[in-house]
């Protein structure tokens, strides 16, 4: 069922305006009496069923609403280094479809990428964009954030707020599974960009009360190294 997502569900009717509007009534020639799932982003699903359609609105009536059985449990919030090309675009899709909340970019000593403030801002409105669209490809029921750029230090102090932070670290002896003893509501990763982090780096992390990790005796790729953390979290959290 085609799923779309909306800021207020108002009561038994709501109305769906804009782009996912056009799609709807344009690509998808969805017409009246057609069921489709609205999301509040809140984590609860509408089944509802379309009273009218045209390219501008499409008004629909809410059959019933129910908990999503998508979104995961724990809050899970990744702080990716800026890897090099649109390679970030891949991260956050990937990262979403696995369910994270929050998706974090980070300049750390060893990226590449450095874009300017003002150019990280267009950017980060497409990163969105991508999310958005990779949550309603799998069926999440919430839109996770991509919030602004931040430097290293600024990303240590944030990741405090969760009750378990790692940092994954290739010359980290400490295995994942290790460091995840117990059922915290809340975890917080980070990963380097394509050259890791240095050794000051993970000296910081430690002083500021961030775990060290390791995803293994194989280096990863940076755009690999979150999909493979997420999906062993996921599975120590009785997600598959």
């Known amino acids: 069922m085609p799923r779309f997502f909306i800021d207020y569900i108002p009561g038994e009717t709501a109305v769906i305006y804009g782009e996912d509007a056009r799609h709807i009534a344009g690509s998808l020639r969805m017409r ?14 509408y ?10 609105s499409v008004e629909v009536a ?4 129910a908990p999503s059985r998508s979104e995961v449990a724990c809050s899970l919030r990744l702080y990716q280094a800026l890897p090099k090309g649109d390679k970030l675009e891949f991260i956050v899709q990937k990262a979403t479809e696995l369910g994270v909340a929050e998706i974090v970019p980070v300049v750390t000593a060893r990226c590449i990428s450095r874009p300017l403030a003002r150019s990280m801002e267009k950017k980060t409105v497409r990163l969105q964009k991508i999310a958005c669209e990779a ?16 430097g290293f230090a600024e990303a240590l102090e944030d990741m405090k707020r969760s009750q378990l932070a790692l ?30 982090f240095s050794a000051k780096e993970a000296e910081a992390a430690v002083a500021a009360g961030v775990g060290l990790a390791s995803l293994g ?24």
């Not at 490809?137 to 839109?143: A, E």
């Open 32 to 45: 009246e009496g057609e069921e489709l799932t609205l999301c509040d982003m809140r984590g609860t699903d």
């Open 167 to 196: 940092l994954f670290y290739e010359e980290s002896t400490v295995p994942l599974h290790s460091q995840l003893n117990g059922h915290s509501q809340s975890i917080a990763l980070m990963v380097g960009s394509e050259g890791g």
């Open 135 to 150: 949550a309603k490809q799998s069926g999440r029921g919430r839109v996770p954030r991509v919030l602004p750029m931040v």
């Open 47 to 56: 089944r509802c069923s379309i009273l009218r359609a045209d390219s501008a």
């Open 62 to 65: 809410v059959a019933e609403s």
């Open 217 to 240: 005796n194989r280096i990863l790729r940076c755009e690999t190294a979150p999909i493979c953390a997420l999906s062993a979290i996921l599975y120590h959290l009785g997600e598959f």
